[in-house]
Nanobody
Framework: VQLQASGGGLVQPGGSLRLSCTTS????????IGWFRQAPGKEREWVSC????????SYTDSVKGRFTISRDNAKNTVYLQMNSLKPEDTAIYYC?????????????????WGKGTQVTVSS
């Protein structure tokens, strides 16, 4: 499964971005999809995840209430809507897919990773 994250960019604090994770030639159905980020000089951290059948969403504490993960199965896309962005959200954001149940949404459990998209929050 080849994943592609897109939608990053430069935004002012308080602004919004919507990231997309998609694949070509494959389906995201049956996978849990996670979003991770890595800021300069820091380790990669888990941000959010949505499982498959049922679709259960989860978030790291620092983004709860600001970020929303969703999946559009018809479009074979998982979104990460990011609102009220803060400078500390600046990072490269990656999406990844976990195939095996029970889903853990942990970095080590992800089977496929996409190339990241840069998010910069700055005035």
């Amino acid at each position: 499964v080849q994943l592609q994250a897109s939608g990053g960019g430069l935004v002012q604090p308080g602004g919004s971005l919507r990231l997309s994770c998609t694949t070509s030639g494959d389906t995201l159905n049956y996978y849990a999809i996670g979003w991770f980020r890595q800021a300069p000089g820091k380790e990669r951290e888990w941000v959010s995840c949505v499982t498959w059948g049922p679709e259960i969403t989860s978030y790291t504490d620092s983004v709860k209430g600001r970020f929303t993960i969703s999946r559009d199965n018809a479009k074979n896309t998982v979104y990460l809507q990011m609102n009220s962005l803060k400078p500390e959200d600046t990072a490269i954001y990656y999406c990844a897919a976990e195939a095996s149940r029970p889903f853990t949404c942990s970095s080590s459990a992800m089977d496929y990773w996409g190339k990241g998209t840069q998010v910069t929050v700055s005035s």
